[in-house]
Antibody, heavy 120, light 111 residues
Framework: QVQLVESGGGVVQPGRSLRLSCAASGFTVSSHGMHWVRQAPGKGLEWVGIISFDGSNKYYADSVRGRFTISRDTSKNTLYLQMNSLRPEDTAVYYC?????????????WGQGTLVTVSS | QSALTQPASVSGSPGQSITISCTGTSSDVGGYNYVSWYQHHPGKAPKLMIYEVTNRPSGVPDRFSGSKSGNTASLTISGLQAEDEADYYCNSYTSNNTLYVFGTGTKVTVL
């Protein structure tokens, strides 16, 4: 069955970097657009970015563009989120999500999330 | 890009119907039939409930239905059940720089 498992979260100082991973099983990431979505403590969901099914296109939210980079390793069937120049407002639970087959505007499977805390 | 506007909370008794609104602009909700709804129990993975305004994924009870009028989309839960108590978020494609925008979220309470 489809499963997404995020890892790599933790406590990091402002200005530092962190890389999150999302291990996929039950499907191949090279067949689906893959997204990152985050939720700050006590706040709602915020879309972070997407990598297209073929890896050729990447789009980001204004709040992270230029600091965050999405990539994938198809041999490991894993999605990544490289986060640089982290700010306290990046503190959130980060989810990876799969684009629904046949669609491109919604997310049919999500992971349980990994918590990133940016604090000195 | 501002978040889509949802009521902070909606409540109802078991068996009743409730409706959650999601208001955007002509650049998102009103301009495209790409509105989806997610159920989120805290600490768990969000779950897709409705896609492309009105469509239910396999396995989602038909008590859940979606609609749209102008710049406002709606999620209706009929025959409310205790397990429906959760946070609900709408999402829309947007023509702005940020491709997707979520709603502010609605906490549904079953009385």
């Amino acid at each position: 069955q489809v499963q997404l498992v995020e890892s790599g979260g933790g406590v990091v100082q402002p200005g530092r970097s962190l890389r999150l991973s999302c291990a996929a099983s039950g499907f191949t990431v090279s067949s689906h657009g893959m997204h990152w979505v985050r939720q700050a403590p006590g706040k709602g969901l915020e879309w972070v970015g997407i990598i297209s099914f073929d890896g050729s296109n990447k789009y980001y939210a204004d709040s992270v563009r230029g600091r965050f980079t999405i990539s994938r390793d198809t041999s490991k069937n894993t999605l990544y989120l490289q986060m640089n120049s982290l700010r306290p407002e990046d503190t959130a639970v980060y989810y990876c999500a799969r684009e629904r087959p046949g669609g491109w505007s919604d997310f049919d499977y999500w992971g349980q999330g990994t918590l990133v805390t940016v604090s000195s | 890009q501002s978040a889509l506007t949802q009521p902070a909370s909606v409540s109802g008794s078991p068996g009743q119907s409730i409706t959650i609104s999601c208001t955007g602009t002509s650049s998102d909700v009103g301009g495209y039939n790409y509105v989806s709804w997610y159920q989120h129990h805290p600490g768990k993975a969000p779950k897709l409930m409705i896609y492309e305004v009105t469509n239910r994924p396999s396995g989602v009870p038909d008590r859940f239905s979606g609609s749209k009028s102008g710049n406002t989309a709606s999620l209706t839960i009929s025959g409310l059940q205790a397990e429906d108590e959760a946070d609900y978020y709408c999402n829309s494609y947007t023509s702005n720089n940020t491709l997707y925008v979520f709603g502010t979220g609605t906490k549904v309470t079953v009385l």
